[in-house]
Nanobody
């Protein structure tokens, strides 16, 4: 599986963006997926995760209630809908895939395939 994130951009505080992560390969539906972000000078931070079946999701406290992760296995794509964006959401957002099918990981080491990031900038 190879991953490519897109959908980032510049948005005003309070606005919305929807990120997409397109996967190549025929086994996408067997992978758990996650979104992470990294702001300049900061460590990579967990944002959200979704199980291979889309039956379970997990969010960082900082985005809970504002962000929604979803997936369409027919389109080999995972999404991150981001609403009520804040300046502190500014970061490079990356998607990742894991072969681990039990539980939802919130640590980078849980994931073994990473896509190129997309920049999200929220202006105040």
């Amino acid at each position: 599986v190879q991953l490519q994130a897109s959908g980032g951009g510049l948005v005003q505080a309070g606005g919305s963006l929807k990120l997409s992560c397109a996967a190549s390969g025929r086994t996408f539906s067997s992978y758990g997926m996650g979104w992470f972000r990294q702001a300049p000078g900061k460590e990579r931070e967990f944002v959200a995760a979704i199980s291979w079946s889309a039956g379970s999701t997990k969010y960082a406290d900082s985005v809970k209630g504002r962000f929604t992760i979803s997936r369409d296995n027919a389109k080999n794509t995972v999404y991150l809908q981001m609403n009520s964006l804040k300046p502190e959401d500014t970061a490079v957002y990356s998607c990742a895939a894991t072969r681990i099918r039990i539980g939802l990981g919130d640590a980078p080491r849980w994931y073994d395939i990473w896509g190129q990031g997309t920049q999200v900038t929220v202006s105040s």
